[in-house]
């Protein structure tokens, strides 16, 4: 079978797909801008919103924060908060709530603290955004108009409900019995903007038609105009608005242009096109899975020849190299083998998150349940402690993976402080180095115990084998070396200094994150 010309091929398709293109330009010129301003106006609603959501999540937090991070107490504790300080409001667990953060304006939010709906309120007027469905409804006494949005396709945007008692009579005038009472004048109001008949925006529109009087006379007058032209006329489905030009008219019309009307035609003829390029794909396919069977039959004991080789190649590759498992990289710079046991230069090459992740599990091994805080600002506790079965925490600590510098006094004062003000009972302050020695003063007669790094791998080195394993595994699996943003909670990246500054551990998320670390030993 003769193959058709590659050359040839491509021009067959690609000349009625540029014809195609020609052709419909004059139609998608026509595109009304209102259309879009009322779209771009309701994105920017939505925008303005985000400080109320952000607003809500700050009020959660520090609920859960001096809630001391029991589940049980947050969900009430917020919810009597919030009716306390924005009377109205509402909230139940699991579900989200409405915020009155106003006499006139109400935000209804889901669990996740997404606004799904603002309800706004100026005398008798009131304005609902349904941001679920992309709905705005405005409405003042008996008027009422609703209107649907299309985020995605602006000229789909279309009004779905108009009811004004006062002039329901006149638009059935209009229309000269073309729609129902109920329709009529949402017909209008469709056909008015797809006919660029008034350059307001859509939700101004229907605000002004709500509880302006001269609006909806100049309306109803300029669908007078529309309907003595011809280009009035009733939807009959709720998907858009009314096109007063279809494109049927613009093929068939005697003042169509020639291209126009051949659009069809093109259509098809591209459609053809397609079609064969598919079926001709669709034979090489064919033949070219008939001479690899053929082929197949005849390799079986080449194949056997090569699994073999490739697994001896295999053997001598892998040889004396250490496995995926066996290895870490810290930023492309180096690779290190993994270690097999605890010690201090292990505990000392932990980033700050997996040395306070290592404490944590450690706390576990010896029958408490510690709870790790959340990334970013802790309070000064990296580590709640509880016993089983006893919902308020019976210790706190705090971890530092320094190894170049010594914890000095003043982190240590203000861990007593958090002691105090939290009523907890006892404290330990980890580091994988050293304390100063006015820091091991300071605390002489305290609950507060101070274990070094040399002190806390004793510790460890107390646990039954299996349980040293487990803990080691945790503590270098993966990148261990390289730290983690305190913000985000995601891997750092090295970046260069310019200049005279150093080197320095930066986020990969900036600009939106700016946390930095200095690219000391002492971080890592």
Known sequence: MSEFPEGKLKRLILFPLVFLLFCSTPISAQENPVYAETVAWWRGVIQELQPYREQLQNLYADTEARSQFERGKIEGEFRQRLVREYPGSSFFAGMGGTWQVNGHTRIGFDRNWQIHKLIQKFGSLTKTYDFRQNLFIVEEGLNRISLKLDLRRPQGSYFVEATIPAIAVSA????????????????????????????LRMDVLAEKMVVDLATRQEVLSRAGDLSAAGNL??????????????????LTSPGASYPNRLLPWVACFLGLSILAVVGLKLVKVLL?????????????????????RN???????????????????????????????????????LEWKRFETVCAEHIGMTGYEPKETRIGADGGVDIWVYKPGIKKAVGIVQCKAWKSYKVGVKPVRELLGVMAKEKVAQGKFITSGEFTAEALAFVEGEKLKLITGEMFLTSIRKLPPEKQKELLEIAVSGDYRTPTCPQCGVKMTLRQGQGEWRDFWGCPSYPRCKATLVYKSDTV
């Open 172 to 199: 059935e005038q209009v229309f000269h019995d073309k729609s129902s009472g109920q329709t009529a004048l949402k017909d209008i109001l469709n056909a008015v903007v797809a006919n660029e008949s008034m350059s």
């Open 233 to 250: 006329a009733p939807s009959s489905t709720q998907e858009g608005p009314a096109v007063a030009v279809s494109i049927a008219t613009l």
């Open 288 to 308: 070219f899975a008939k001479r690899i069977r053929s082929l197949a039959r005849t390799v079986g004991d080449v194949g056997e020849y090569f699994k073999e």
């Open 311 to 349: 697994r001896d190649v295999a053997e001598d590759w892998d040889w004396g190299m250490p496995s995926p498992q066996e290895a870490t990289s810290k930023n492309g710079a180096e690779i290190k083998t993994v270690p097999r046991e605890w010690s201090l230069e292990v505990l000392q090459s």
